[in-house]
């Protein structure tokens, strides 16, 4: 059943104006390789004037087995948008001057590190700014256009060797080529390890403004934190940041705060002001007009950790009392912005099942929703004219631009449209159900792209990431793709999920696999219910906390005839020192050596002789979010038992995939696999090698 009545908080709905295509021939089901044809589109950035839009589009190559980034401009009157970065180098994070004659970027390009370039906003060839020995991570504009701010991670000394090297060849010496081995890691720090960074040492993050006449560079924070998330005052005189500062070690919690420095600070930092002193996180800086208020995202409860509802909130820049703005709502807000005349802040809402811009005024009181509706807004640009531009995604498209005026989106991108124009798509409904406890629970349910009513077909159930984190009303490749070969899927917001209130978000704490469990199996019921789920016909898998979750689900029902576990966790006391969660562990579960029994209870790996599943394990070879030992240590017992199961290990593959070949093969066995053991067809449960050349 349909949920036919949103959350009565606020009223305001935006109609999406209507999307006009050429005749095109019959739509056809969507295919794996479409997967690379959908393009991203993300970071919009207006123009002061708000004339124009800056954004970048990300590509998988699967030819080239790549990832491509180009940047875009595009009138927000309308019409063709036009490429400013060539083909065959990435180039991210655009970010206009503020005067709006150029463009800084970052791109890897000229046999450099990552550094910012200059584009005129009149065309020509891209200047590199800067020309650091280790890349630069982050930018933001000075508000006279004479400075940048940047944020580089302290310079390893094979980075300063390779730059003095480099510099040699430059001056026409003779640079010695010598055989690098690779140097043992010297680890001292508590967080030792983080996904795609690997072993962690003492280099840390910092701040340094850059002068773009003088070319030169003064290091503005320093010590043996990280600094990140830059924001210039409107007066050009401080930056505002972010750092976990805690004594005697940050590596100890999860705080960060909100801090102030002089953006001529020559001592390093020597003299910070803090403005943000919450001992949870406190993130996204954002001055006012006025330069006398920062804006900024803020965690109440440090215990609870991702657990906890993220709120909106201010502080006087000179010294004061923090006010949050968000607290009635009770739901996670995210990306604070002050309005042009500083009267409002905007944020965007996760709120269920949707991303939606919110509005409150800068004293408190009624908020309001600028962008409303059954939609996902992933980003935002505010103009200085107040103009606002929203990237939006809805059930049936990818990502794409909109502006935004009197309750009105309009869209102004159409990178997707020609390909979206020739698919026959299946429309996700989100629907509710009651839970075991008889608590509701929400989710979306996409229909087998050949449904027809009173027909049982066969399903599958997806749990989510996180287990913080939710299904949205945004285009998903995975759940058409598999209604496009005839399954019914099932994507439910169990309770750990967030857009539902933080009470509805922790009430897994601890206790993994108990209730969560529950509600996904409510979904199901639910899809059996209304006669859409054949029960003799059900597959269930997931990613990160899904393959978790998939893991503790074969190990309590023997319902689904298949199982795909990625990216999931078995033993957690063998993670323990093993992957980067060490702090959430602890936070949640206590110390290991005493608290055992904690630990066990949210571990699957003990229920493993339960499993009768057949269960296809897969992951990353350099995952630490969640490493491929859970994956191995489940397929081991179960290969032991003599149950039908299977491990599959991606090289050089980190917690999120990037390697296009990488992705196809994991979709092609997701068919595979369900196909075989779900749909029972004749098919090998393993697809074939792929040809010599492919």
Wanted: charged share 25%.
């Amino acid at each position: 059943m349909k949920l036919a009545v949103r959350l009565p908080i606020f009223a305001a709905v935006l109609v999406l104006a209507p999307i006009a295509f050429p005749q095109q021939p019959a739509p056809r089901p969507i295919t794996i390789d479409d997967y690379f044809q959908i393009h991203t589109v993300h970071d919009p950035q207006l123009s002061s004037d708000a004339k124009w839009l800056l954004y970048t589009v990300t590509t998988a190559q699967l030819k080239e087995d790549k990832n491509e980034d180009r940047i875009w401009l595009v009138s927000t009157a309308g019409g063709d948008a036009t490429p400013l970065t060539v083909e065959g180098v990435s180039s991210t994070h655009p970010r206009w001057s503020p005067d709006g004659k150029f463009i800084a970027f970052l791109s890897e390009r000229a046999e450099s590190k990552t550094q910012v370039w200059l584009l005129s906003r009149q065309g020509g060839e891209a200047q590199r700014l800067t020309d650091t020995p280790q890349g630069v991570d982050d930018f933001a504009w000075s508000p006279d256009g004479r400075r940048l701010v940047l944020v580089l991670r302290d310079a390893s000394p094979e980075e300063l060797e390779a730059a003095k090297e480099a510099k040699l060849k430059d001056h026409g010496a003779d640079a010695k080529e010598k055989k690098k081995t690779a140097k043992p890691w010297v680890i001292d720090r508590l967080q030792f390890k983080l996904d795609e960074m690997g072993y962690l040492d003492r280099r840390r993050t910092h701040l340094y403004v850059f002068d773009l006449a003088a070319k030169s560079m003064i290091q503005i924070t320093s010590g043996d934190y990280d600094d990140s998330e830059p924001a210039w005052s409107p007066d050009g005189k401080l930056v505002a940041f972010t750092s976990n500062r805690t004594k005697p070690d940050p590596d100890l919690n999860y705080n960060s705060d909100i801090w102030v420095v002089a953006a001529d600070n020559s001592d390093k930092g020597a003299h910070l002001t803090q403005v943000a002193t919450n001992p949870g996180a406190d993130t996204t800086p954002a001055w006012s007009p006025d330069g006398k208020w920062l804006a900024y995202v803020t965690q109440l409860d440090p215990k609870l950790f991702d657990y906890a509802t993220k709120h909106i909130a201010v502080s006087p820049v000179a010294g004061g009392e923090a006010r949050v703005l968000t607290l009635a709502l009770d739901r996670v807000s995210i990306t604070p912005r002050f309005s042009p005349d500083g009267k409002f802040i905007y944020f965007i809402v996760d709120d269920d099942g949707t991303q939606n811009i919110c509005r409150v005024p800068v004293s408190g009181g009624e908020i309001t929703r600028p962008v409303a509706g059954r939609l996902m807004v992933n980003d935002y640009s505010l103009a200085k004219t107040g103009d606002l531009v929203a990237q939006v995604a809805t059930i049936d498209r990818p990502d794409e631009l909109f502006t935004v005026s009197d309750g009105k989106l309009t869209q102004i991108t159409h990178t997707n449209d020609a390909l979206m124009s020739q698919l026959k798509l299946t429309h996700g409904e989100y629907v509710h159900f009651k839970s075991k406890d008889g608590t509701f629970i929400f989710g979306y349910l996409y229909k087998p792209l050949d449904y027809v009513p009173g027909k049982k077909y066969p399903t599958i159930l997806r749990p989510h990431g996180g287990p913080v984190w939710a299904y949205y009303a945004e285009f998903d490749h995975l759940p058409q793709l598999l209604a496009a070969n005839g399954y019914a899927v099932l994507f439910p917001n169990p309770r750990g999920s967030t857009g539902y209130g933080e009470k509805h978000a922790k009430a897994i704490f601890a206790d993994w696999g108990n209730k969560d469990f529950q509600d996904d199996m409510a979904m199901v019921d639910y899809a059996v219910e209304q006669g859409i789920a054949d029960p003799d016909r059900l597959g269930v898998g997931g990613w990160s906390y899904g393959g978790i979750s998939t893991d503790f689900i074969i190990a309590q029902t023997t319902r689904f005839k298949a199982a795909i576990s990625g990216a999931g966790g078995a033993l957690f006391l063998s993670d323990y020192g093993h992957d980067q969660y060490q702090k959430d562990y602890e936070l949640e579960l206590g110390h290991p050596w005493e608290n055992k029994a904690a630990w066990e209870k949210v571990s699957p790996f003990y229920k493993v002789a339960n499993i009768t599943t057949p269960a296809l394990f897969m992951g990353g070879d350099i995952d630490w979010n969640v490493p491929i030992l859970g994956g191995e240590q489940m397929y081991q017992a179960l290969k032991r038992l003599g149950r039908s199961t299977e491990l599959v290990v991606y090289p050089g593959e980190y917690h999120e995939f990037k390697t296009p070949s990488h992705i196809k093969d994991r979709l092609e066995r997701y068919l595979a696999w369900y196909g075989h053991y779900v749909k029972g067809d004749s098919a090998p449960a393993t697809p074939p090698p792929p040809k010599s050349g492919e």
